[in-house]
């Protein structure tokens, strides 16, 4: 029994410190509306994320197949991340056409100064071998990454967050990803 408590209390503190260090990096953060918001992948996690600015009455776009030009009239962007082969196919593009089209869009971002938001809301099912590729791809170059984990999830995002220095925080639920994003834009 004091084994278990003892792991508890070690697990919570580190927890505490995680945490802690995430609220201190996000605080450097400075994102404006309005927010260009587009899916890489083509999974439908990006109309979640609609309605959660909608809620939040941050101005934004969704343009699920967003090109480079569009960052012209966008102060930030939120990717958010997850394949779908069904979602490609109805989009009428390949995965190559998608990790082009994000590489432009990364790199458009990037020579604008336009901040990075990575969002991961669709759990196991968007971190399979399928989405690796443009996981990666925008962990590389996100400034932060908001996301919902599960226990079984949380050692695949503290690698990201560390291999990448990225600040981050979870919600274990999508719609408590809300307070996440409008902290993100007070």
């Not at 343009?63 to 966008?74: C, I």
């Not at 590729?133 to 949380?154: G, M, Q, S, W």
Request: charged residues 20%; contains cysteine.
């Amino acid at each position: 029994m004091n084994k278990i408590i003892i792991n508890c209390l070690v697990a919570l503190t580190m927890m505490f410190f995680t945490v802690t260090a995430s609220a201190a990096e996000w605080g450097k953060l400075s994102l404006k509306a309005p927010v260009l918001i587009t899916s890489i992948g083509q999974s439908p996690d990006a109309l979640m994320v609609k309605v959660l600015m909608m809620r939040n009455r941050i101005k934004f776009t969704l343009d699920n197949l967003a090109k480079p030009e569009m960052l012209n009239n966008h102060q930030s962007v939120i990717m958010v991340v997850g394949y779908s082969g069904k979602g490609l196919g109805a989009a009428g593009i390949s995965k190559e056409q998608e990790i082009e089209r994000t590489k432009a869009l990364i790199a458009a971002a990037k020579a604008k100064n336009i901040p990075i938001v990575m969002a991961h809301i669709g759990g196991k099912a968007r971190l399979g071998p399928s989405s690796q590729v443009l996981v990666k791809l925008v962990a590389e170059n996100a400034d932060c990454l908001v996301y919902v984990t599960r226990p079984e999830l949380e050692p695949v995002f503290a690698k990201m967050i560390k291999d990448h220095g990225l600040a981050a925080k979870s919600a274990k639920k999508i719609s408590k990803t809300g307070p996440i994003f409008k902290e993100l834009y007070q």
